[in-house]
Nanobody
Framework: VQLQASGGGSVQAGGSLRLSCAAS????????VGWFRQAPGKEREFVAA????????KYADSVKGRFTISRDNAKKMVYLQMVSLKPEDTAVYYC??????????????WGQGTQVTVSS
């Protein structure tokens, strides 16, 4: 099983990025998927999650209205569209499969992380 996160980069505040998470080695449509992030010196935190079908989503309050999670089960891909980025969004972003929770319980598979840096 492998999750490969990509799409990170450096942007100015107010900019946008789209993160991608490519899955292999699992029946992708059977797994809810989440995005988490970890800023320097801080614990990893929940960002967003999407249900198996993509019909349900949830977000951390800090990103609600600015980030959108989506998935394409045929392509085994999950996306995180981020707009109106703020310096406090700077972190390493991880995708994880296996749960729809807002904590890390049940997320059995994790990607390697992709760095997002937002400058003011």
């Amino acid at each position: 099983v492998q999750l490969q996160a990509s799409g990170g980069g450096s942007v100015q505040a107010g900019g946008s990025l789209r993160l991608s998470c490519a899955a292999s080695g699992l029946t992708f449509g059977s797994y809810p998927v989440g995005w988490f992030r970890q800023a320097p010196g801080k614990e990893r935190e929940f960002v967003a999650a999407i249900s198996r079908s993509g019909g349900d989503t949830k977000y951390a309050d800090s990103v609600k209205g600015r980030f959108t999670i989506s998935r394409d089960n045929a392509k085994k891909m999950v996306y995180l569209q981020m707009v109106s980025l703020k310096p406090e969004d700077t972190a390493v972003y991880y995708c994880a499969a296996g749960s729809y929770r807002t904590d890390e319980v049940g997320y059995d598979y994790w990607g390697q992380g992709t760095q997002v840096t937002v400058s003011s």
